[in-house]
Every structure is written in structure tokens, then in C-alpha cells.
């Protein structure tokens, strides 16, 4: 196989100037590149770089028009269904990225709270916000989510 990793997540803002400095100021991520390509009616796009140097997150102002899953919101109540769940960022601590968040506009979706999964049990930390601009976002502490690896086989 040839796939090296996740590049991006793609998402569409409807107010681009504040979701850039959501993501900058409250998610440590850096803007990367910006760019304009008219032929797809994108008027300001950015590589916002996430904080591991090499996970991006791809942001496109609110007319421009790109390959998407799913169909937009109509209003801010309505959820639109499509691949994407929810965006999630290994942190060292999930209280201080809900509050840094919840500091810079998010809303609170799911308190940060421990959470026991399947058998063998995994314990993970993790919360969920509202980004200001409508993404779920959780932030989850470091886990090794490959325990069946780890397992001896009986």
C-alpha cells in the first residue's frame, strides 16, 4: 500500500476570517499557504498546518465551490449528514483544549469526561465542542487505539 498518512480534512466556513483564527489562535495551527482559483469560485482558501507539522486542515470560504459530501445547513439548527462525523485532534489535555476552546467561541458539545470501549477495555479521555463555525471537533488524549496488536491471542 502507498498511503503514507491523512493530508487533510477539507471544510467550508461560513464566516473564513474568524474560522482561520479559531483554528490559529485556539488550535495552534499555523496558516500554511492561502490562494484563490476563480474557476472554481474560490475567492480565499488556506493549508492550515496543525501543530504535528504535517496534518492539515483545508479551509474554503462559504461561496466556493469544491467537491463535497453531504449538502450545507440550511440554518445553523439543522445538521446536514454526509461522510464526515466530526474532526478529532490528539491533545496533551482535553480539559485545557475544551476550555481553550470553549475561550475562542466554541460551544460545549460532550464534557471532557473518561470513557471505557470495548473488550479488552480502553480507556480514553476526550471532549467535544461546536466549533464557531459549526464543525464537531473532539479532542482526545494520546491513545494507542491498536490494542488488538498488543494482545496476546489465547
Not at 502507498?2 to 495551527?29: M, S, V
Not at 480565499?44 to 467537491?67: N, Y
Request: aromatic letters at 10%.
Amino acid at each position: 500500500m502507498n498511503i503514507k498518512g491523512l493530508a487533510h480534512i477539507a471544510i467550508q466556513a461560513k464566516d473564513y476570517p474568524a474560522t482561520i483564527r479559531f483554528y490559529i489562535e485556539a488550535l495552534g495551527f499555523k496558516r500554511g499557504h492561502h490562494w484563490s482559483l476563480p474557476a472554481f469560485q474560490i475567492k480565499e482558501a488556506s493549508m492550515l498546518i496543525s501543530p504535528d507539522g504535517r496534518t492539515c486542515l483545508e479551509v474554503f470560504d462559504d461561496d466556493a465551490v469544491i467537491p463535497a459530501q453531504g449538502k450545507k445547513a440550511l440554518s445553523e439548527e439543522e445538521v446536514a449528514y454526509g461522510a464526515m462525523l466530526h474532526l478529532a485532534f490528539y491533545v496533551e489535555d482535553v480539559d485545557k483544549a475544551f476550555q481553550t476552546a470553549l475561550s475562542h467561541g466554541a460551544k460545549p458539545y460532550v464534557e471532557a469526561d473518561n470513557l471505557t470501549l470495548g473488550e479488552p477495555p480502553l480507556i480514553i479521555r476526550n471532549a467535544l465542542v461546536h466549533s464557531p463555525n459549526g464543525e464537531v471537533i473532539e479532542f482526545i488524549q494520546d491513545v494507542d487505539f491498536d490494542i488488538e496488536s498488543h494482545s496476546s491471542v489465547q
